[in-house]
């Protein structure tokens, strides 16, 4: 009978124990929240989805270059020199200092399926173009969903910049052909006149 009463006793006294943690957080502050209801605050430094801001990037190919899974890819263009538009491009925001663009970003691309959030890319970016945002809610059933496509101009841009440029090229060819000729030209006076004397 005695060992009878001692086990019920171990069982409750067991029961109690375990529950003694349950009861303390009973009379606790609730640290859940119902998410997607409720959330906590993201911190500001959080890595979390990439934003490029177009006017702050040069094209240096940085950020492409450091990414240690390469999902970031960018094709550029030669600004035109005689460009009638002068792009700027944002160098110091802070300063809101603009330099003159060399390199127009016709391609930006990151394929966010791939990025491992390791900042790389914002740590090298010299005018902070590329920035974490604390967006972390952008899950998709398709990995195309994830491939952002960054760049502000449209297809039809890009070609007649590319039209421009390739004038602009044909142009100073010819000049340099028709100084090289001209060039040909003296030399062969310069060398008849020599053999008359
Ligand atoms: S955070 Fe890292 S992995 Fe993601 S794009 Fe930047 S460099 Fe690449
Ligand atoms: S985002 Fe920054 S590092 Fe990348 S190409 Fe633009 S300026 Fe260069």
Redo the contacts with the bound molecule.
């Keep these: 009978m005695a060992n009878y009463i001692k086990n019920m006793w171990d069982g409750v006294y067991t029961v109690l124990v375990g529950m003694k943690i349950t009861w303390k957080h009973m009379f606790m502050k609730k640290v859940t929240v119902q998410y997607p209801d409720e959330m906590y605050p993201i911190p500001k430094n959080a890595r979390n989805r990439l934003q490029?801001y177009a006017d702050?990037?040069?094209?240096?190919?940085?950020?492409?270059r450091i990414c240690p899974v390469n999902c970031i890819s960018?094709e550029t263009l030669r600004v035109t020199p005689n460009d009638p538009e002068n792009p700027k491009v944002l160098e110091d925001p802070e300063n809101d200092h603009w330099l003159p663009r060399k390199l127009w970003?016709t391609k930006y691309d990151i394929d966010m399926a791939k990025c491992c959030y390791c900042s790389l890319?914002t740590t090298?970016?010299?005018?902070a173009?590329?920035q974490h945002t604390t967006d972390f809610e952008y899950s998709s059933y398709f990995k195309e969903d994830l491939l952002y496509h960054f760049t502000a101009m449209t297809p039809e841009t890009v070609v007649s910049k590319k039209q421009m440029l390739e004038e602009h090229q044909a142009k100073e060819k010819a000049a340099k052909a028709a100084a090289a000729a001209k060039a040909a030209e003296e030399q062969a006076k310069a060398a008849a006149t020599a053999s008359a004397n």
């Design positions: 490029l702050q990037c040069n094209g240096c190919n940085s950020c492409a960018i970003v890319c090298v970016c010299p005018s173009a590329i």
